[in-house]
């Protein structure tokens, strides 16, 4: 993994080298041991790599690629090039080198800006076509390689991380307080927004061109399209296939030289990574090792998996280093965690997987692998029956809900509700006057706590309902899947556990996001995935021998939710957050939240709310600390603030005196110039 930079237009012919260095410094967390910058005509690129990926095992050696005509900054790790190398000689090219960025460049002469879809890996890149003037960036669909952007005037800057760019002077510090509230609320948000107004991400799974003659214009397009999941697909058994695409997966995934480390719990994604690897390796000896890690909980909490995990790793002749999640604190650091953050929203178990990783590397690892993927591809919720009702498949739904042992109440909330068009669910949610579950099944509602007059003035419920797929043509269970792949918490949750590895010195890899998994398990029919109270039956029926039979039954709960320790401790911070408030929370400030309502979502959730709700005004108290410790120097844009103010006074509501005056103080501040504007 690596830090990566692009700047094209005036600014990079204008750009001095204390400018270059302010950036590629702003992202020394990914590296600094070795640093790469070149100018070419009409752009410039640049790169950083930590030591240890020097090797050649993980990334590289070589930051930079150029043939004269193009050039590459790469942040990648490519699988399957024996096929890409193979593909490529097809259109008669060959890449100059192994490295990833050196086979970048050849995909991209062999197929220009179409060149990503031909790409299997983890990886985030910039190329320079000086031949056309044109820059062209994209990321892949796993999301574990970050990259933004910023248009500004005639130019574009790209970087792997926020701050790099506005270490930029020409780029400004103004919050899209939207975004500041969709981070507050745990609602969707955006795969491109983030809460810096000028600062766009690259989407997972797409791609970005821009070109020197016509710079306004930015084009940001999908390469990579989930696959439509299908439902009632007749098949043969595709266990056997699964065990050899996954084999293959972890197979690409290993590291070349040395141990590699796997967080193992004791469900049924990482065991079954791990029971593969196990598998492909005793097949090819002297590749090397795999080293699970896993956390001890105690008895009777919801986390606790340890029986499972021993099972696990006897029948696979092996032993796995415990790590005591006693001596994992759950917001160990919060509020300098808060201050390092580019963005408010957090990973909620951010410690637990910073100590996996740092256990892998003290292992000697410097790949880890984990089970993420299982979920999104093999399981579904309960939604696939509200497909049965829709269907008029009443047998099939009885039989269904009969092997579940639910209750009347239940049916109706898992099948026939949301079997309604979400224009019913809407108007009824609407008449209702209440903040009800009623609504679009895969989006989420704006909590009680939040001002009325702000969800309005920023449309932030259309906001959460354009963000969710269309269900036009395919079921409800196809849609949450396809979901599932494109949720923008999910691809930066997975970000953000890339990057706590990379902290600790290793790089975080998930073999069941592989490309062909994917398109494998959409192929498969939803019956598989799951029926009645039974989940992940085909990944369970691929197992089959090389996990222990214990380990692959039927359980009649979620096993390994590690969530006690988090609403612990979350609740006890909570007292000190509602002081916060008092004092005068900026959350507040901004208009976003109502602290009267707050207080008493405070108070329901110290007397015993639900994991869900805790975990909600958690993600409030860190969107606090983050604007406590980076709003300092930034403002709210002029332009949305009016608006909102003025859709707000129509709405009959009454702005905080604090707000306005502060309002009134950027505008002075921003006349002065004390206040970058954008270009």
Not at 398 to 409: L, N, V
Not at 626 to 634: E, I, K, P, Y
């Amino acid at each position: 993994m690596s830090a990566i930079l692009g700047i094209a237009g005036p600014l990079a012919r204008s750009a001095e080298p204390r400018v270059v260095e302010s950036m590629l410094g702003a992202m020394a967390r990914r590296g600094t041991a070795r640093v790469a910058r070149r100018a070419f005509s009409g752009a410039l690129l640049g790169a950083t790599r930590h030591a240890w990926e020097l090797a050649g095992t993980t990334s590289g050696p070589g930051l930079l690629a150029h043939d004269g005509e193009f050039a590459v900054a790469a942040d990648a790790t490519l699988y399957y090039t024996g096929d890409l190398e193979r593909a490529l000689r097809t259109r008669g090219v060959q890449a100059t080198g192994a490295a990833p960025s050196e086979l970048i460049l050849a995909a991209y002469r062999a197929w220009g800006t179409e060149c990503a879809a031909h790409l299997e890996g983890d990886f985030a890149f910039v190329v320079w076509d000086s031949r056309a003037q044109t820059l062209f960036a994209a990321r892949d669909f796993g999301a574990k390689r970050p990259l933004h952007f910023a248009r500004l005037g005639g130019s574009i800057l790209l970087a792997s991380t926020i701050d790099a760019l506005r270490a930029h002077h020409a780029c400004p510090s103004v919050l899209d307080v939207a975004v500041v509230a969709e981070e507050a609320a745990a609602l969707s948000g955006s795969n491109t927004d983030t809460v810096w107004r000028g600062i766009k991400r690259i989407p997972p799974g797409h791609s970005l061109v821009w070109h020197a003659c016509e710079p306004a214009l930015t084009r940001v397009e999908p390469h990579w399209h989930p696959p439509r999941f299908q439902d009632r697909v007749r098949a043969s058994d595709g266990a056997e296939e699964l065990l050899a695409l996954l084999g293959d997966a972890v197979a690409e995934r290993i590291a070349a030289d040395g141990p590699t480390a796997v967080a193992l719990s004791g469900g049924w994604d990482s065991p079954a990574v791990f029971a593969a690897g196990s598998h492909v390796l005793e097949r090819a000896p002297g590749r090397g090792s795999l080293r699970p890690i896993s956390v001890s909980f105690p008895p009777g909490d919801p986390g606790r998996e340890d029986e499972l995990i021993e099972s696990i790793v006897r029948h696979c002749r092996a032993t796995t280093t415990w790590l005591d999640s006693g001596d994992i604190a759950a917001l160990a650091g919060v509020v300098r965690r808060a201050s390092l953050r580019e963005e408010p929203f957090p990973h909620p178990f951010e410690p637990m997987n910073r100590a996996i990783a740092r256990a892998a590397v003290d292992s000697g690892a410097s790949v880890l692998l984990d089970g993420n993927g299982g979920d999104q591809l093999f399981e579904t919720s309960s939604i696939y029956l509200a497909d049965l009702a829709r269907g008029g498949r009443w047998t099939d739904l009885s039989r269904e809900w009969r092997a579940r042992g639910g209750g009347a109440a239940a049916l109706v909330r898992d099948a026939i509700l949301p079997a309604l068009p979400n224009a019913v669910l809407r108007g009824a949610d609407r008449m209702s006057g209440f903040r009800t579950s009623l609504g679009d099944p895969l989006s989420r509602r704006p909590p009680r706590w939040m001002r009325s007059a702000f969800v309005r003035a920023y449309d932030l419920e259309a906001r959460e309902r354009d963000s969710v797929p269309s269900r036009a043509g395919r079921s409800l269970a196809a849609t949450e899947s396809a979901w599932q792949l494109t949720r923008p918490v999910l691809g930066r949750m997975a970000s953000s556990l890339a990057s706590f590895t990379l902290d600790e010195g290793a790089e975080h890899r998930s073999p069941l996001y592989d490309g062909r998994i994917v398109r494998f398990a959409a192929t498969r029919p939803v019956s598989e995935r799951r029926s009645g109270r039974e989940t992940k039956r085909l990944l369970r029926r691929a197992m089959a021998g090389l996990l222990p039979a214990d380990v692959l039954a039927s359980r009649p709960s979620r096993t390994g939710v590690p969530i006690r320790d988090l609403t612990t401790a979350i609740r006890s911070a909570l007292p000190f957050w509602r002081e916060r408030v008092g004092r005068g929370s900026m959350l507040a400030e901004l208009g976003i939240i109502d602290p009267v309502r707050l207080g008493e979502a405070y108070d329901q959730c110290l007397t015993g709310g639900s994991s869900h709700h805790t975990v909600a005004l958690y993600l409030a108290l860190e969107t606090e600390l983050w604007l406590q410790t980076h709003a300092t120097g930034a403002r709210a844009n002029h332009g949305s603030i009016d608006a909102a103010m003025r859709a707000a006074s129509r709405a009959g509501h009454e702005w905080p005196d604090n707000l306005v005056a502060q309002e009134e103080m950027d505008v002075r501040d921003s006349e002065g110039g004390a206040v970058r504007h954008s270009a």
